[in-house]
Protein backbone atom coordinates (compact mmCIF):
# COMPACT_ATOMS: atom_id res chain seq x y z
CA UNK A 1 0.00 0.00 0.00
CA UNK A 2 2.83 2.19 1.12
CA UNK A 3 4.91 1.77 -2.47
CA UNK A 4 1.34 2.74 -4.52
CA UNK A 5 1.00 5.79 -2.56
CA UNK A 6 4.58 6.57 -3.17
CA UNK A 7 4.58 6.17 -6.76
CA UNK A 8 1.29 8.19 -7.31
CA UNK A 9 3.02 10.92 -5.37
CA UNK A 10 6.34 10.73 -7.55
CA UNK A 11 3.95 10.88 -10.66
CA UNK A 12 1.95 14.01 -9.47
CA UNK A 13 5.56 15.96 -8.99
CA UNK A 14 6.71 14.90 -12.16
CA UNK A 15 3.37 15.76 -13.92
CA UNK A 16 3.37 19.38 -12.14
CA UNK A 17 7.13 19.94 -13.30
CA UNK A 18 6.43 18.43 -16.61
CA UNK A 19 3.64 21.16 -16.86
CA UNK A 20 5.98 23.76 -15.76
CA UNK A 21 8.33 23.44 -17.91
CA UNK A 22 5.88 23.08 -20.51
CA UNK A 23 4.25 26.72 -20.14
CA UNK A 24 7.87 28.25 -19.64
CA UNK A 25 8.74 27.11 -22.51
CA UNK A 26 5.96 28.39 -24.34
CA UNK A 27 6.25 31.88 -23.08
CA UNK A 28 9.88 31.64 -23.16
CA UNK A 29 10.20 33.50 -26.73
CA UNK A 30 13.63 35.26 -25.88
CA UNK A 31 13.96 38.96 -26.40
CA UNK A 32 16.39 39.05 -29.84
CA UNK A 33 17.45 42.45 -29.02
CA UNK A 34 18.63 41.66 -25.72
CA UNK A 35 20.24 38.42 -27.21
CA UNK A 36 21.85 40.97 -29.55
CA UNK A 37 23.33 43.26 -27.25
CA UNK A 38 24.56 40.73 -25.03
CA UNK A 39 26.43 38.96 -28.02
CA UNK A 40 28.08 42.01 -28.84
CA UNK A 41 29.33 42.94 -25.64
CA UNK A 42 31.48 39.86 -25.70
CA UNK A 43 35.29 40.74 -26.25
CA UNK A 44 35.90 38.36 -28.80
CA UNK A 45 39.24 39.29 -29.06
CA UNK A 46 40.61 39.32 -25.94
CA UNK A 47 39.66 35.51 -25.67
CA UNK A 48 41.49 35.29 -28.86
CA UNK A 49 44.14 36.36 -27.30
CA UNK A 50 44.07 34.18 -23.93
CA UNK A 51 43.46 31.01 -26.13
CA UNK A 52 46.27 31.49 -28.97
CA UNK A 53 48.67 28.88 -29.10
CA UNK A 54 51.67 31.40 -30.42
CA UNK A 55 50.83 33.73 -27.34
CA UNK A 56 51.17 30.86 -25.20
CA UNK A 57 54.52 29.85 -27.16
CA UNK A 58 56.32 33.41 -26.76
CA UNK A 59 55.00 33.56 -22.90
CA UNK A 60 56.82 30.28 -22.19
CA UNK A 61 60.13 31.19 -23.92
CA UNK A 62 60.32 34.58 -22.13
CA UNK A 63 59.35 34.25 -18.94
CA UNK A 64 60.89 31.94 -16.32
CA UNK A 65 58.93 28.56 -15.79
CA UNK A 66 57.41 28.95 -12.12
CA UNK A 67 56.59 33.06 -13.63
CA UNK A 68 55.24 31.52 -16.45
CA UNK A 69 52.86 28.86 -14.72
CA UNK A 70 51.67 31.28 -12.66
CA UNK A 71 50.96 33.66 -15.62
CA UNK A 72 49.36 30.54 -17.66
CA UNK A 73 46.88 29.29 -14.77
CA UNK A 74 45.80 33.05 -14.85
CA UNK A 75 44.86 33.29 -18.37
CA UNK A 76 43.25 29.70 -18.21
CA UNK A 77 41.17 31.02 -15.48
CA UNK A 78 40.62 34.40 -17.48
CA UNK A 79 39.62 32.20 -20.58
CA UNK A 80 36.89 29.94 -18.46
CA UNK A 81 34.78 33.20 -17.93
CA UNK A 82 34.90 34.17 -21.42
CA UNK A 83 33.95 30.26 -21.85
CA UNK A 84 31.33 30.41 -19.81
CA UNK A 85 29.91 33.58 -20.99
CA UNK A 86 30.02 31.35 -24.39
CA UNK A 87 27.92 29.15 -23.00
CA UNK A 88 25.24 31.29 -21.88
CA UNK A 89 25.16 32.69 -25.66
CA UNK A 90 25.03 29.56 -27.03
CA UNK A 91 21.99 28.98 -24.89
CA UNK A 92 20.26 32.32 -26.15
CA UNK A 93 20.99 30.98 -29.28
CA UNK A 94 19.58 27.81 -29.10
CA UNK A 95 16.02 29.60 -27.25
CA UNK A 96 16.08 31.68 -30.50
CA UNK A 97 16.57 29.07 -33.00
CA UNK A 98 14.08 26.74 -31.14
CA UNK A 99 11.02 29.42 -31.58
CA UNK A 100 12.18 30.03 -34.69
CA UNK A 101 11.76 27.10 -35.74
CA UNK A 102 7.84 26.74 -34.42
CA UNK A 103 7.15 30.06 -36.64
CA UNK A 104 4.84 29.05 -39.99
CA UNK A 105 6.82 31.04 -42.20
CA UNK A 106 9.44 28.47 -43.77
CA UNK A 107 12.02 30.41 -44.60
CA UNK A 108 12.28 31.92 -40.73
CA UNK A 109 11.86 27.74 -39.77
CA UNK A 110 14.95 26.87 -41.43
CA UNK A 111 16.81 29.72 -40.63
CA UNK A 112 15.56 28.51 -36.80
CA UNK A 113 16.93 25.46 -37.29
CA UNK A 114 20.23 26.35 -38.79
CA UNK A 115 20.86 28.40 -35.71
CA UNK A 116 19.48 25.85 -33.22
CA UNK A 117 22.36 23.30 -35.25
CA UNK A 118 24.95 26.02 -34.72
CA UNK A 119 24.19 26.44 -31.17
CA UNK A 120 24.44 22.22 -30.43
CA UNK A 121 27.93 22.70 -31.86
CA UNK A 122 29.14 25.56 -30.11
CA UNK A 123 27.69 24.24 -26.83
CA UNK A 124 29.64 21.11 -27.42
CA UNK A 125 32.72 23.35 -28.42
CA UNK A 126 32.16 25.26 -25.52
CA UNK A 127 32.26 21.53 -23.23
CA UNK A 128 35.43 20.57 -24.77
CA UNK A 129 37.32 23.87 -24.49
CA UNK A 130 36.20 23.95 -20.86
CA UNK A 131 37.24 20.47 -20.40
CA UNK A 132 41.24 21.55 -22.00
CA UNK A 133 41.19 25.47 -19.98
CA UNK A 134 40.47 23.44 -16.51
CA UNK A 135 42.99 20.81 -17.00
CA UNK A 136 45.59 23.19 -18.61
CA UNK A 137 44.95 25.52 -15.33
CA UNK A 138 45.56 22.80 -13.56
CA UNK A 139 48.54 21.07 -15.40
CA UNK A 140 50.37 24.02 -17.28
CA UNK A 141 52.87 21.87 -18.76
CA UNK A 142 50.14 20.36 -21.12
CA UNK A 143 50.22 21.20 -24.74
CA UNK A 144 47.10 23.58 -25.39
CA UNK A 145 44.92 22.76 -28.37
CA UNK A 146 43.77 25.99 -29.99
CA UNK A 147 40.43 27.62 -29.22
CA UNK A 148 39.95 28.23 -32.99
CA UNK A 149 36.90 25.64 -32.99
CA UNK A 150 34.70 27.53 -30.00
CA UNK A 151 35.61 30.66 -31.86
CA UNK A 152 34.63 29.38 -35.41
CA UNK A 153 31.39 28.09 -33.97
CA UNK A 154 30.32 31.00 -32.21
CA UNK A 155 31.49 33.07 -35.21
CA UNK A 156 28.83 31.25 -37.50
CA UNK A 157 26.16 31.67 -35.04
CA UNK A 158 26.29 34.90 -34.63
CA UNK A 159 26.43 35.45 -38.21
CA UNK A 160 23.17 33.72 -38.59
CA UNK A 161 21.70 35.89 -36.07
CA UNK A 162 23.34 38.93 -37.72
CA UNK A 163 21.64 37.24 -41.36
CA UNK A 164 18.17 37.39 -39.74
CA UNK A 165 18.65 40.69 -37.99
CA UNK A 166 19.53 41.77 -41.64
CA UNK A 167 16.21 39.36 -42.91
CA UNK A 168 13.80 41.55 -40.70
CA UNK A 169 14.89 44.98 -41.61
CA UNK A 170 14.83 44.04 -45.08
CA UNK A 171 11.02 42.54 -44.28
CA UNK A 172 9.75 44.78 -41.93
CA UNK A 173 9.27 48.51 -44.52
CA UNK A 174 7.99 46.21 -47.13
CA UNK A 175 5.27 45.16 -44.54
Known amino acids: MSATIVFVSIAIVLFFVFTLLAVRRARGVPDFDATMTTIRSLDVEA ?19 RKFRTIHRDRSRAA ?8 QASLQFARIGDAAQRN ?60 HDALQRVQSPAS
Open 47 to 65: FRNLVDPKEEAFLRANLPP
Open 80 to 87: LAYVKELS
Open 104 to 163: PDPLVSAWGKQLANSAIYLRLSVLSTSVQLTLSAIFPGLPWRSGHPVLEHYDRATRLLLT
